[in-house]
């Protein structure tokens, strides 16, 4: 057989590979974080608590963010890169096209990656910097205080709401896809590769979506 | 039954290309796909002003994968589990508009009309898709024991007849599932361990090498795929390749080159 192959990240399994290693990494983090944040329904002292917790430990918390962006940056890399590759692949677009499988989620996967890009940056700008908080920031020493008055602005409520919407629909996708592309398959456990996917996107965009509104509807003050 | 056919004209790979439109008259339900446009061609010849439409085709018994098109944006039109050739009329309605295009990828170049030029395919099985075996004395069939299932599953995959009705349907116009069967079928049996890893590595560098898009799961190939291969193959060529690509000692000591 010929003596040449490609580097791992030369090639279109190999770079989806690196995002299914990076995509486990974020959808850790997005689960952890969620679970983290429904401390907020148990009220002011349990959940600056939790910040100050996290806080007391830099080391940790420095080598997470640094993960966490690492696999940002990995992963938009490889996606920007694969999904040029997958559209120079057919320079001729069909007159009339039927499809027969795909889902929205799994068409929107490009997308919905750019929108989380987007929110990631405003996310960190409005609670972690403060730099768009509207009104007061007062840090992570009153992270509940940030969280309620930033959520009681229907308009950012609302950006909050489309994105986890969106996070919703890439971890359906990615979770069951991430599975396929590190060859975790097998017949007997198929049908579960999907339900695990849907289950965590539901639990987990849920999860984020009810922090807004329950502000918005004052069960959260 | 009177149909509307437009299909796609292209003398050669650099022209342009277009759709024409043609009305035609007393098909058939009986009549095959192919048979269909022969009629028309002949029309067309008789006609003699047009070229007749250039179209593939080889066995017209499903087995050679020679005759793909796209019918109304569906590799091999509308029944499942069917080549062009194997598909009749009677799937069809009395006054009904079908859109005929070929395959459409980088990977592909149209050769003329409907026809295109496959041979990115046998690249990729020259690349890798064989075994080596002594063949001076013959050997006993039953020589090596093959499990049931084993076997079963290489046979599944063997099923692959390089239509490129995966590409064709693919919204990347990748080559995963074709080359998910071919590493599969000899990749389960024990003749094909021997050269399992560089097989592997060998035909994916080659499928990347033609210009094929990656893999984004929608699951279209699967379900245009006229044998049936399943999805489950391209998780097998991912495993086999991550595992090659990484832990393998052929990828440590063939030369790794950088695209
Ligand atoms: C930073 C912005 C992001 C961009 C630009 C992006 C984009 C993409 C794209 C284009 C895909 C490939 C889809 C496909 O092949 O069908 C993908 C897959 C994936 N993404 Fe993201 N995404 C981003 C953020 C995230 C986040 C925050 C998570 C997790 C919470 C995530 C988890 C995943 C997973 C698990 C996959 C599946 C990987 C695979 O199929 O092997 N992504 N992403
Ligand atoms: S002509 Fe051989 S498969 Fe259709």
Same mark, same amino acid.
Not at chain 1, 28 to 41: D, P, S, W
Not at chain 1, 119 to 125: D, G, N, P, S
């Given at each position: ?170 971890? %359906? ?49 | ?128 898709? %064989? ?109 086999? %390749? ?18």
């Amino acid at each position: 057989m010929s003596g040449k192959t490609l580097a791992l990240r030369d090639t279109t399994i190999g770079k989806k590979a690196i995002m299914a290693v990076t995509g486990v990494i974020m959808v850790g983090f997005v689960t952890a974080h969620m679970i983290g944040n429904l401390q907020a329904y148990s009220g002011r002292e349990v959940f600056n608590a939790y910040a100050a917790f996290l806080h007391g430990l830099p080391g940790p918390l420095w080598a997470a963010r640094l993960v966490l962006l690492g696999s940002v940056i990995a992963h938009a890399w490889a996606a920007i890169s694969l999904v040029r590759q997958n559209r120079a692949a057919r320079p001729v677009r069909y007159q009339v096209k039927q499809t027969l499988a795909t889902t929205y989620a799994a068409k929107v996967m490009p997308l919905g990656g750019l929108i989380l890009l987007f929110f990631i940056v405003y996310h960190l700008l409005h609670f972690t910097t403060g730099h768009v908080a509207p009104g007061e920031f007062r840090g992570w020493q009153d992270a509940y205080h940030n969280f309620v008055t930033g959520f009681q602005v229907p308009a950012i409520a609302g950006v909050y709401v489309v994105a986890n919407i969106f996070l919703g629909l890439h971890l %359906y996708h990615g979770v069951w896809s991430m599975l396929q592309t590190l060859g975790i398959n097998h017949p007997r456990y198929n049908h579960w590769r999907k339900r695990a996917a849907i289950g965590l996107a539901v639990v987990v965009a849920g999860g984020n979506i009810s922090f807004p509104i329950a502000v918005l509807a004052g069960v959260i003050k | 039954m009177n149909l509307t056919l437009h299909i796609w004209r292209q003398k050669k790979a650099t022209d342009k290309g277009g759709f024409a439109t043609y009305k035609l008259a007393g098909v058939s339900p009986d009549s095959s796909f192919l048979e269909m446009l022969d009629q028309l061609n002949e029309e067309i010849l008789a006609g003699g002003k047009d070229e007749p439409v250039a179209f593939d085709h080889d066995c017209r018994e499903g087995i050679c994968g020679a005759c793909g098109m796209v019918v109304n944006g569906v590799p091999h039109g509308p029944q499942e589990l069917t080549t062009t050739c194997q598909l009749h009329m009677r799937k069809f309605k009395d006054g009904d508009e079908l859109w005929l295009e070929p395959w459409r990828a980088a990977a592909f170049p149209v050769v003329r009309d409907l026809v295109v030029d496959r041979g990115a395919f046998d690249r990729i099985i020259q690349a890798g898709g %064989y075994i080596s075996v002594n063949t001076a004395a013959p050997r006993d069939a039953n020589e090596i024991p093959v499990p049931k299932t084993d076997a079963d599953l290489s046979m599944d995959a063997a099923q692959c007849i390089g239509c490129g009705a995966c590409v064709a349907a693919c919204p990347n116009a990748s080559a995963m599932l074709f080359t998910a069967a071919k590493v599969t079928h000899l990749g389960v049996l024990p003749q094909g361990q021997a050269e399992r890893g560089p097989r592997v590595l060998a035909m994916v560098a080659q499928m990347e090498a033609e210009g094929f898009g990656g893999c984004t799961n929608h699951g279209e190939c699967e379900s245009a795929c006229p044998k049936g291969i399943k999805l489950e193959f391209i998780a097998r060529l991912n495993r086999d %390749y991550l595992k090659a690509a990484i832990g393998g000692r052929e990828a440590a000591q063939q030369r790794t080159v950088r695209r």
